[in-house]
């Protein structure tokens, strides 16, 4: 934990992205446990409203929400159209907002403008940052999670992947990926400890 702690730390500050950290920690804690799903699946549309006027990392939520939804498809093989109503629900409450549909616009020219990843501090590549927690906590949570591969599920090894190469596109999505992965591994030393 101290070190998922230090990993972030040149990030937080008071700032909204804080808040999204909230609304991404929120999402998982739902999408991940059948239960959570069946019982706040309904809000979750809630929490995107909240989050597209918070800050502007929503549609990372948006991503995460839907492959989850598409991997529980893929396991069932059946399309439940309630879930299918929420992706649509949470995709279209991200247009409430000051900026409407301009939202988008904003996301998709930051996302691409490569100065930005050269001008801004928080933009770095992660391998131009040596900063060594986050180095310790990304080989310690890549090598356990490797080791234990088969106790995770193909979901969980996917989005730790893809959660990983955002955060080493620009150091402000690190922390979506500890969030995420902080669990993954604490599962897996927890094996290794009993083995």
């Not at 999505?173 to 995420?180: A, G, K, L, M, T």
């Amino acid at each position: 934990m101290m070190l998922s702690f230090a990993t972030i730390l040149p990030i937080v500050g008071v700032r909204p992205m804080v808040l999204s950290w909230l609304f991404f920690s929120v999402l998982i804690v739902i999408i991940r446990n059948k239960s959570n799903w069946q019982k706040w699946r309904r809000l979750v549309p809630i929490l995107f409203l909240f989050w597209v006027n918070m800050h502007a990392s929503f549609p990372l939520g948006l991503i995460v929400l839907i492959f989850f939804l598409f991997c529980q498809f893929l396991r069932t093989k059946k399309l439940h159209w309630s879930n299918l109503g929420i992706v649509l629900a949470c995709f279209a409450i991200t247009f409430v907002n000051p900026y409407g549909w301009r939202i988008w616009h904003e996301v998709f020219v930051t996302m691409t403008q490569p100065e930005v990843h050269f001008m801004l501090a928080e933009w770095y590549y992660l391998i131009f940052v040596p900063y060594f927690p986050i180095w310790i906590l990304t080989l310690l949570s890549s090598v356990l999670l490797f080791r234990y591969r088969k106790k995770f599920s193909l979901q969980e090894k996917i989005l730790f992947l893809f959660l990983l190469v955002v955060g080493m596109q620009a150091l402000r999505n690190i922390p979506y990926w500890v969030i995420f992965s902080i669990p993954l591994t604490i599962k897996a030393i927890t094996m290794l400890s009993e083995e």
